[in-house]
């Protein structure tokens, strides 16, 4: 499979605990997105990478919130002491240097209880 | 403030019913207009990139148009497998090439 590959794409755990996403984008692809989608809404932009330096974040992005990209490959996006506000789909994306669509992975769903 | 609303926000159709999704936009530079399918519970996948008033794109029974103000995806002779969510975007010229802003969406049902 040579798409946007995303695990857990399911997870569910307690309020207050950490979690941990991972993202490995269509290789070459040296942009990278995350975005966020609650239900009914389009998703919300949270960062953006491009190689391995995260050029922007969306105020969504709480301290609670990190991202990051070493090595300019996979990315992963980690929440500490979540809140039941932050259950959600998690999308990650990538594309190329040129051209400004985006390829969007499965998603993890995040369930907080 | 950059704005994507969608209408309707849900529309059925039965198979072979030609109708089209509204999507209308505000924003202060558009670098790009996009739109998704979107499947329950999966991604949204990539249809088609708009860049300027008066352009179109075409694939199997889905064609969209742009104005200055809004895009149409219009939709001809739908089939059940049609049905899905579509999701417009738009790209700020004063916003990274990757912060797009997206619409509610419009969820499709194709009856056969």
């Known amino acids: 499979d040579t798409g946007v590959s995303q695990n857990p794409r399911h997870k569910i755990t307690k309020r207050g605990q950490n979690v941990t996403f991972r993202c490995d984008p269509i290789?070459?692809?040296?942009?990278l997105y995350w975005y966020r989608q609650t239900l009914g809404q389009g998703p919300e932009f949270l960062t953006y990478?491009?190689?391995?330096?995260?050029?922007?974040k969306s105020r969504l992005l709480s301290d609670r919130f990190s991202a990051e990209r070493p090595k300019g490959s996979f990315s992963t996006l980690e929440i500490q002491r979540t809140e039941q506000g932050d259950s959600a789909m998690y999308l990650c994306?990538?594309?190329?240097?040129?051209?400004?669509?985006?390829?969007f992975g499965q998603g993890t769903r995040l369930t907080v209880v | 403030e950059d704005q994507v609303t969608q209408s309707p926000e849900a529309l059925r159709l039965q198979e072979g019913e030609s109708s089209s999704l509204n999507c209308s936009y505000t924003?202060?530079?558009?670098?790009?207009l996009f739109w998704y399918r979107q499947d329950p519970g999966k991604g949204p996948e990539f249809l088609f990139t708009?860049?300027?008033a008066g352009e179109e794109k075409e694939k199997e029974r889905l064609k969209a148009t742009l104005t200055k103000k809004e895009s149409f995806l219009h939709i001809t002779a739908p089939k059940p497998e049609d049905s899905a969510t579509y999701l417009c975007?738009?790209?700020?010229?004063?916003?990274?090439?990757?912060?797009?802003?997206f619409g509610k969406g419009t969820k499709l049902s194709v009856k056969p």
């Open positions: 994306a990538s594309s190329p240097g040129t051209g400004g669509f985006a390829f």
């Open positions: 290789s070459e692809h040296n942009r």
């Open positions: 990478f491009q190689n391995e330096a995260q050029l922007e």
């Open positions: 924003v202060s530079g558009l670098r790009g």
């Open positions: 708009l860049y300027s």
């Open positions: 975007a738009v790209q700020d010229e004063r916003r990274s090439q990757g912060n797009l802003i």
